[in-house]
């Protein structure tokens, strides 16, 4: 059946298609003995021309074709039509095909270029003659004789080079397949017909009349030719029955339609599932053309998705596969090995281990094959079978397989391959792939110095890193091999490439590589920390160092001249840094003050609070006994910092380890500070400050550990100095709000308030202006007294009240104090307002007025822009707020009208007085009676405002 004309065959398919061809007579394809499937490399080396151009990329690629043609016309032609002709596999991207097509347009224009100009006749001798003996030494390998006679083929039918014909023709009775073939589709590209053979060729075109010079013609029947295998493939879509006859069909496109519709029809029962996968073994035996091969392998494995790996159809397609890669057809190599890579396999246990299937077997076969045609082999079909071994090998450690001996043939070749200096990157990339999984410890030193020899290639050195540190980790730590692996991972930790030497950096602080890199100098990661820029790859090192290191290194990271960068940037690595000093101190108190004090002599401000942080953290992991060792100078330091810290925000009571803080604390106060007195003396005002500052905090931590009186007396010692020595630096102010904080604490808030009034009594506005939001909303509230009728304060309330509406003024008018929430600035004008009600003083009531200065007339209308300077900037804008603001200074307003001038003040009527009577306690001598405002200021119905603050400052 397979036999049959074209003719016939046409006419049995679709009436309409155009016979245009003779029967192709494709002999069985000879199948080598097995000592052919291990090839050997040739003993002339391809000529450099080849390896420098089978695979151009660059701009310049044609001034340089023109270069090489004037010293080596046939090595410059040959890779040319390497590039022009040969097909792109068809398991490549639709990316790389593109790539792959415009390389084809380079190299077609570069020789439509010569054939254009006055040495025609000289590249048509060279193309007639490249034809004729293609595998010719002065051009390289001879195993790459069949494609770079199929690809000079393809190239002459391309450029219409008719005159050339007969030289094609002279292959159409050649016993080669691949020759052939290839020359039927070169014909065809000329003259739109399948011949059957010369004889064939010869009765059309002995006398020149059957060809036609308008080319317009030929253009007509290509689109008459397309047309009518759209047509056909339909047809066998529809009818896949019809598809048997089709597989001989003379044209590939045809005979790929014909498999395709096979492989769909035996899927879903419209033809024999079993006729057509003979059908299809044997046809995919006989093809020579990638394409048609590509569909039918494709349909061949589809039917056997989810079948055994023993099943009898997978058997025939593994002994089919090995069958096409003895055969040796290039074009066809892609595609057997993708099939190679999804068909069903299976590891076969024995002794108690799991063996590698002879499917890896075949690909070592085939991989053996396209090593032996060095530079001028296909990268996309070289690419396909390393991606195929890559997931076999991967397929088979995952069912418990351990590679031996048995693929030492395949590692040397990979090794070959990452050798070639010319090759595609993705190439060598996906040969140290597969190595990787390969490797083992007694290849480690081929390994290294295979990856030392392409060092300045770093994606390839990336990708053998990991393979590199799991076979080092596996190896004797004493093994030569692990050793000189060892080295260079440690040579690349400082690469250019970032990639790379983080790659580098990882593999050299895995656990596994302990044993290894125990005895490993750390100087160099030091060295390398103050050349690296990439905060990650920078705490990668602080890590090895952490692991390596020594008290030595540790002095050396001081001294580093980005010491400073380090510590002022990424928070994580500053924690690394601290970590790392520590761990390299080891108990040397020295070193881990000058780690501490360093980090302090950085002159950043934004991070000093983290770092004073940092630093007493790291003087904190002392021991007691340790920190004995240190001198005054170091203890007064340390105190130095710790009041820093406080006053910077309270630091020293926050630590996430609340026992350490407390133990520190307790050291601080029972060793450091005494320690940092000059023997014999007595401490001073602002020592007996700290101490009581520190002790507080430290009940804070841990109630009842220190006595209040205790603390007391501190405080007492620190103000007596402070008022006898004004001079000395303490101040005097400070003393009494640290006291009062402290009273406030201890819930003694009548001590508190003589501490702030004491204050406030300071002629210094500077120390005062030493208050905090904090301490000014908590003086406030306890200076403040709230009348028991407040529409007819007592004496004693309205001097309260004026007091406390003084400290008011003194929160508003803070800077900071704009800063705070619209809640907690409103509730703070709401205290200013009612304490100037309160003390019914017209200066008080018109200072507060002041505050309100500029609002609307009236709830509703348009809040203005709000003066300068104006305290509820910002507040008007919320209508509730807005109404509380108006409400309180129509209060004001009113009652400020209510108070008598100084001329009319005596003159005032018992009538008034009788009038608020029963309104308020009796007036004590010299209070000027006022009637209640008419309407009290709105708020909510429990008559509190909801934005008010209790009194907690910022």
């Known amino acids: 059946m397979r036999r049959e004309t074209a003719r016939n065959r046409t006419a049995l398919l ?190 059309r075109h002995a ?4 060809l036609c010079d308008d080319p317009r013609y030929y253009d007509e029947l290509r689109g008459k030719a397309e047309l009518a295998r759209t047509r056909l493939g339909e047809i066998l879509r529809l009818d896949p029955q019809r598809a048997f006859l089709a597989l001989g069909d003379e044209d590939p496109a045809v005979r790929a339609d014909a498999a395709r519709a096979l492989g769909r029809g035996a899927t879903d029962g419209r033809v024999d599932r079993v006729a057509a996968f003979e059908q299809l073994i044997e046809h995919a035996e006989d093809e020579v053309v990638g394409t048609a091969l590509h569909v039918a392998l494709e349909s061949l494995i589809s039917m056997q998705a989810g079948a055994a790996p023993d099943a009898p159809g997978v058997k025939s397609l593994r002994l089919l596969l090995g069958r096409l890669i003895l055969a040796d057809y290039p074009s066809a190599q892609a595609s057997v090995s993708q099939a190679c890579a999804q068909l069903p396999v299976a590891f076969a246990v024995e002794s108690g281990g799991a063996r590698v299937d002879q499917m890896l077997f075949l690909l070592d076969d085939q991989l053996g094959a396209l090593v032996a045609q060095d530079g001028l082999v296909d990268d996309d079909a070289m690419l396909a079978c390393l991606r195929a071994a890559l997931g076999l090998c991967d397929r088979a450690r995952a069912g418990g397989v351990v590679f031996g001996d048995e693929l030492n043939r395949l590692r040397d070749h990979l090794f070959e391959v990452l050798q070639w200096s010319d090759s595609f990157r993705e190439v060598r990339q996906a040969a140290a792939q597969v190595l990787g999984r390969l490797t083992r410890p007694q290849d480690l030193v081929e390994l290294a110095e295979a990856m030392e020899r392409r060092r300045d290639d770093s994606e390839l050195v990336y990708g053998m890193i990991g393979p590199l540190a799991d076979a080092a980790a596996a190896a004797d730590p004493a093994d030569p091999g692990a050793q000189l692996a060892l080295e260079l991972l440690i040579d690349w930790c400082s690469h250019n490439d970032v990639d790379l030497r983080g790659r580098a950096i990882a593999s050299v602080a895995d656990e596994r590589l302990a044993p290894l890199t125990s005895g490993v100098s750390a100087r160099r990661f030091v060295d390398q920390l103050s050349r690296e820029s990439v905060p990650d790859l920078q705490r990668a090192l602080l890590g090895l160092l952490e692991r390596h290191g020594s008290a030595a290194d540790g002095r050396g990271i001081l001294e580093l001249p980005n010491f400073d960068a380090l510590v002022i940037g990424n928070p994580a690595l500053v924690a690394s840094m601290v970590r790392t000093l520590g761990v390299l101190a080891n108990g040397d108190h020295e070193l881990l003050f000058q780690s501490a004090d360093r980090l302090l002599r950085v002159d950043e401000p934004a991070t000093r609070v983290r770092r004073l942080g940092d630093a007493i953290r790291m003087m904190a992991s002392l021991s007691n006994e340790e920190a004995q060792l240190l001198a005054r100078e170091q203890h007064a330091a340390l105190v130095e910092w710790a009041m820093e810290l406080r006053a910077a925000g309270g630091a020293l009571v926050t630590w996430d380890e609340p026992s350490i803080c407390a133990a520190f604390l307790q050291r601080l106060t029972a060793l450091h500070v005494p320690r940092s007195l000059e023997p014999g003396a007595q401490p001073t005002g602002a020592q007996e400050h700290r101490l009581a500052l520190l002790l507080s905090d430290l009940n804070t931590l841990l109630p009842g550990t220190v006595p209040n009186e205790e603390i007391l007396g501190h405080f007492e010692r620190a103000l007596a100095d402070a008022t006898a020595r004004p001079d000395a630096g303490l101040s005097t102010a400070i003393v009494l709000r640290d006291r009062a904080r402290f009273h406030l604490e201890n819930e003694s808030p009548s001590l508190a308030r003589d501490d702030y009034r004491a204050l406030f009594a300071l002629d210094d506005g500077a120390d005062t ?186």
């Open 14 to 203: 679709v009436p309409f298609v155009l016979a245009l061809a003779l029967p192709v007579s494709r002999a069985a394809v000879p199948v080598q003995d097995a000592s052919a499937s291990s090839p050997t490399k040739s003993a002339i080396a391809p000529a450099p021309v080849y390896r420098a151009l089978s695979r151009l990329r660059e701009k310049d690629y044609q001034t340089r074709l023109d270069a090489i043609a004037s010293e080596q016309p046939m090595a410059a032609l040959a890779a040319c039509v390497l590039r022009a002709g040969r097909a792109a596999p068809p398991v490549v991207t639709a990316t790389r095909r593109t790539e792959r097509e415009g390389m084809q347009a380079d190299a077609l224009g570069w020789l439509r270029g010569r054939l254009e100009g006055p040495e025609r006749a000289t590249w048509i001798t060279n193309l007639r003659a490249l034809l004729r003996d293609p595998g010719s030494e002065s051009l390289g390998n001879r195993r790459n004789a069949e494609e770079i006679w199929d690809a000079t083929a393809r190239t002459i039918g391309f450029l219409r080079l008719d005159e050339l014909a007969e030289e094609l023709a002279l292959s159409l009775d050649d016993d080669r397949p691949v020759r052939q073939a290839a020359a039927r589709a070169a014909l065809f590209d000329l003259h739109v017909r399948w011949y059957e053979d010369l004889a064939d060729f010869m009765a």
């Open 207 to 210: 006398d020149g009349s059957a």
């Open 769 to 954: 202006a030493r208050l905090d939001l904090r301490d000014l909303r908590a003086a406030g509230e306890l200076i403040e007294l709230v009348p028991v009728n407040p529409a007819a304060p007592s004496l004693a309330d309205r001097e309260a009240a004026r007091e406390a509406f003084g400290v008011s003024q003194r929160l508003v008018e803070r800077p900071a104090w704009t800063s705070e929430t619209a809640g907690l600035r409103l509730a703070d004008l709401v205290d200013l307002a009612e304490r100037a009600r309160w003390s019914r003083d017209a200066d008080v009531l018109r200072s507060a007025l002041a505050a309100f200065d500029g609002l609307p007339p009236a709830a509703g209308e348009t809040p203005p822009q709000a003066p300068a300077g104006a305290p509820w900037a910002g507040l008007a804008s919320d209508p509730a707020r807005l109404a509380k603001l108006l409400a309180e200074r129509d209060a004001l307003a009113e009652l400020h009208g209510l108070i008598p001038t100084e001329a009319a003040a005596g003159e005032t009527t018992t009538d008034s007085t009788d009038a608020t009577e029963d309104a308020r306690d009796e007036p004590e001598s010299g209070d000027t009676p006022l009637p209640p405002p008419e309407t009290p200021p709105p708020g909510p119905e429990d008559g509190s405002d909801p934005d008010k603050s209790s009194g907690s400052g910022s």
